[in-house]
């Protein structure tokens, strides 16, 4: 049987929607709908709930199981000066228009997890790409084999995009908000951080505006530095 001739199901999540430092990575994964069982077998779920030497041999598990695979790639320069629903939106809408053209076929499924309202969502995806099988749900990552599996790309990929980054910067923890050396690295490299404004660093999120251009609080400590003091 050729591929022409199976049901293909085709999973797009995101990894880092809400970080200050760093991009956010959209993938799609596209699989023989037969397969989804055996994702569930190898132990395929969302990305949150796995630690992160089991999702990068469940990364490669995935690349090769997988139809086809997509990814692209949104700076903080976009997210600055986009509305980033809208943005995320119009790279899910080229992900699958190209994914079509890729396998000079389009997959006869397509789940996608929630952005912003998932209806409006589907709607819209729906008019831009003519695919009328289209599903945007809330916790498709944790409901959805297909879209675990692409949680999980999207995730590691970032995850060792923001390695290689550190490399360059220094150490700033995850680059989320809620992550004391994120916060530390921008009130200690405020000059660098407004450089980078636009290319590794998201200007329009408050966490810039406060520790960046206007932080007057009390010095800031490492969790670590306070638990054993």
């Not at 890729?102 to 397509?110: E, H, M, T, V």
């Not at 879209?147 to 999980?152: K, L, T, W, Y």
Request: a positive charge; one cysteine or more.
């Amino acid at each position: 049987m050729s591929l022409s001739d199976k049901k293909l199901v085709m999973g797009i999540d995101e990894a880092g929607r809400g970080p200050i430092i760093g991009p956010m990575i959209v993938a799609g994964v596209v699989f023989e709908e037969d397969l989804e069982n055996e994702l569930i077998k190898i132990g395929v779920r969302d990305s949150k709930r796995i630690g992160q030497k089991r999702r990068e041999k469940l990364f490669y598990q995935i690349l090769e199981k997988a139809v086809y695979v997509i990814v692209r790639m949104i700076s903080p320069k976009d997210v600055d000066e986009n509305n980033i629903n809208e943005i995320e939106l119009d790279t899910i809408v080229r992900m699958i228009i190209g994914t079509c053209m890729s396998l000079n076929r389009c997959p006869d499924k397509i789940i996608i997890d929630a952005v912003g309202n998932p209806s409006g969502g589907e709607k819209y995806i729906r008019a831009k790409t003519g695919h009328k099988n289209v599903m945007m749900r809330i916790a498709a990552d944790s409901n959805y084999p297909v879209v675990s599996a692409a949680s999980i790309v999207a995730k590691v990929l970032r995850e060792w995009h923001i390695e290689r980054l550190k490399k360059s910067l220094g150490e700033f923890g995850s680059g989320y908000p809620s992550d004391i050396d994120t916060i530390l690295w921008l009130e200690n490299n405020k000059k660098l951080a407004e450089m980078l404004g636009g290319i590794h660093v998201r200007r329009k999120w408050e966490t810039y505006k406060k520790h960046v251009r206007t932080y007057k609080g009390p010095p800031l400590i490492r969790r670590s530095d306070s638990e054993t003091s």
